[in-house]
Every structure is written in structure tokens, then in C-alpha cells.
């Protein structure tokens, strides 16, 4: 028996065989979600008509919920150790616009307890939210599931009637924190509510908001169903694997950001400038202005081999050749 592969395969059967934690009741807008609101109201009323239309969440997606459950607990602990009193709540329940959430916990502070939520994340993303200081810098956030934050606070705050609460970030491979404190903003809050009651109207007609394309329908489940005839829809049936890792989503917004700014032509021009001058001094020790170009040689080893005894010990080997686009230009 392979002790790694059976170790693997005994704890992923197990972890699936795990309890989910409870959701809302049938027929209430989470709170976590109602920040869709600003992106795409549609998205909240087809979770609650037809949440079987929604692409499965891969088993690492569901692992980082897990994970982040997991840190919850370690998090409050810290908070307790440094002197900090928390408290539970059971799950919210706001019938009169058909909301549910579970907060993570209540801090006492100011002599008051407020909402406070923790956010577990990748090394390569805790920089970029570090940045991030107010709920206004939250909500222009370059990825959604940042923006949708202050929507969900707000409606904690509401809910519970406090006027403050605060998020905590913490960076899974440091341990680091970050925090941004969230206040009650009465027009923000009420138009993130207003939205939750337009929801509940359309879904009681079975009239959800109508399929209109924005650049955050490529990170919906729901895309191949609003947009069942495009190349993305078609490409999702056919041999492609889906990674929804933080970390790569980070890393490929980079990367986008190089292209968008044309540093990747400025990149392939400063190569060939650097190649040029190089090879114009082969040799040689100079100075040209302010610059000191040196160039020195070596000897490097080869092999000159006759055709006929290539072609007698040749052998192929798999390689790759990789490309990155952006998925609007990659179909």
C-alpha cells in the first residue's frame, strides 16, 4: 500500500463526508452575498430560484472554506489572549427583508460590542488588501469578492443597530493581521437593503433581473447559463480544467496589470536594446558617458557532432509552450 496516496485519499473522502455548516432558510438573501447587489442583482435572484444552475465549486474552493472556518476559531483565540472580549450570536434573522448571516463573532470595544468578521487569505493577496484602508478603497477593490465586504458589515450593523464593526484579514502564512474599520453609512446600508426587498419581488414573480454582460460575469457560476451560446460556455463542456486558487487569481491580476500598462512591450524593448549594446562591445571595456559597458569572455563546451549520429541517437522529449490571455481574447 502507498501510505501517502492512502492518507490523501482517507482524509479527502472524510472532509466530504463532513456536516456542511447550516445556511439561510429557504428563501432569504444571504448577507454575505448581498454585495452583488452593485455588481450583478441578477446573480442574487438566481441563487435563490435556481441555485442548481450554478457551476459546482471545485473541491479546493471548498477546502478554503473549510480552512477559513478553521482559522476562525484560531483567530478568536488570539483576540482573547490579548485582552479583548468576544461574544457569539446565533444566526441573523431579518424577516422583514428576508435576510440571514452569521457573524463571526462580536468585539467589545468602546464599551460596546460591535460586528467584527475575519477574512482568511493568501500571502500573495494580504499586500494588496493592506492597502486598503476604508470601506471606500474596499468597494473599488479590483476583486469582487473584496468589494462585496462593506455591503455585508452594513448589513450586520443594521441589523444588530451599531453604528461600527470592523473587518480582520489575516494573512494564512505569516499569521499577519490587517483590519479596516467599517462605519455605518445610513445611504449605503439602506441602498444595499433596498436591493435585498427588489430581489424578493422579483423572485415571488419568478422574474429575476435580465442577463445584461459585465466584465464579473467571467467569475460567475451562473455564466454559462445566462450566456449558454458564447465561447466561454462552449469551452466550459470541453477539456479545460477550472482552478479557482486566490493565490494564481493574484498573481494573473498582475499580470494583467503589465500588459494593460504595456510594460510587456517595454519589457521585450529594453531586451533588445540590452542585447544590442552588449553586442556591440564583445570584448571590450568602455565608458560612454555616465555608463561603463564591460563585456568578458569565456569558453563555453560543445559538442560537434556528425548529421548521421544525431540522426542515430535522437529522441524526443514532451515540452510546453505556454500562453496567458485574458479570457475575453483567449476564445
Given at each position: 500500500?502507498?501510505?501517502?496516496?492512502?492518507?490523501?485519499?482517507?482524509?479527502?473522502?472524510?472532509?466530504?463526508?463532513?456536516?456542511?455548516?447550516?445556511?439561510?432558510p429557504p428563501g432569504y438573501n444571504r448577507a454575505s452575498e448581498l454585495g452583488w447587489w452593485d455588481d450583478c442583482p441578477r446573480y442574487l435572484c438566481l441563487r435563490?430560484?435556481?441555485?442548481?444552475?450554478?457551476?459546482?465549486k471545485s473541491k479546493s474552493f471548498r477546502r478554503r472554506l473549510r480552512e477559513g472556518r478553521k482559522q476562525e476559531l484560531l483567530i478568536a483565540n488570539d483576540l482573547e489572549l490579548a485582552?479583548?472580549?468576544?461574544?457569539?450570536?446565533?444566526?441573523?434573522?431579518?424577516d422583514k427583508h428576508r435576510i440571514s448571516g452569521e457573524i463571526d463573532r462580536e468585539i467589545k470595544a468602546n464599551g460596546d460590542f460591535s460586528p467584527i468578521d475575519f477574512k482568511t487569505c493568501s500571502s500573495a493577496m494580504f499586500p494588496r488588501l493592506e492597502k486598503l484602508t476604508t470601506a471606500e478603497a474596499l468597494l473599488h477593490s479590483d476583486f469582487y469578492w473584496v468589494r462585496h465586504y462593506p455591503a455585508q458589515l452594513s448589513t450586520y450593523m443594521l441589523m444588530l443597530q451599531k453604528q461600527q464593526s470592523v473587518i480582520l484579514f489575516k494573512d494564512k502564512d505569516s499569521g499577519l493581521f490587517h483590519t479596516v474599520d467599517i462605519e455605518l453609512d445610513p445611504s449605503y446600508a439602506s441602498?444595499?437593503?433596498?436591493g435585498a426587498d427588489e430581489v424578493n419581488i422579483r423572485v415571488e414573480k419568478e422574474d429575476p433581473f435580465p442577463a445584461e454582460y459585465k466584465p464579473i460575469c467571467q467569475d460567475c457560476g451562473f455564466f454559462a447559463f445566462d450566456f449558454p451560446d458564447t465561447d466561454k460556455a462552449t469551452l466550459a463542456q470541453g477539456d479545460i480544467e477550472t482552478v479557482d486558487d486566490?493565490?494564481?487569481?493574484?498573481?494573473?491580476?498582475?499580470?494583467?496589470?503589465f500588459v494593460d500598462g504595456g510594460l510587456t512591450e517595454l519589457?521585450?524593448?529594453?531586451?533588445?536594446?540590452?542585447?544590442?549594446?552588449?553586442?556591440a562591445f564583445q570584448g571590450r571595456r568602455v565608458m560612454i558617458g555616465s555608463h561603463v559597458v564591460e563585456s568578458k569572455g569565456y569558453l563555453q563546451t560543445y559538442?560537434?557532432?556528425?548529421?548521421?549520429?544525431?540522426?542515430?541517437?535522437?529522441?524526443?522529449?514532451?515540452?510546453y509552450r505556454a500562453s496567458i490571455k485574458h479570457l475575453a481574447e483567449a476564445l
Open positions: 500500500m502507498n501510505i501517502g496516496q492512502e492518507i490523501i485519499r482517507r482524509v479527502d473522502e472524510a472532509i466530504e463526508k463532513e456536516k456542511q455548516p447550516e445556511g439561510p435563490r430560484l435556481c441555485p442548481e444552475k450554478e457551476a459546482p485582552g479583548f472580549e468576544l461574544r457569539s450570536r446565533p444566526r441573523l434573522i431579518w441602498q444595499i437593503v433596498g486566490e493565490e494564481w487569481l493574484v498573481k494573473l491580476a498582475e499580470h494583467q496589470e519589457i521585450k524593448k529594453f531586451e533588445k536594446l540590452d542585447k544590442e549594446i552588449k553586442g559538442y560537434d557532432v556528425p548529421d548521421d549520429l544525431k540522426e542515430k541517437f535522437k529522441k524526443q522529449a514532451q515540452r
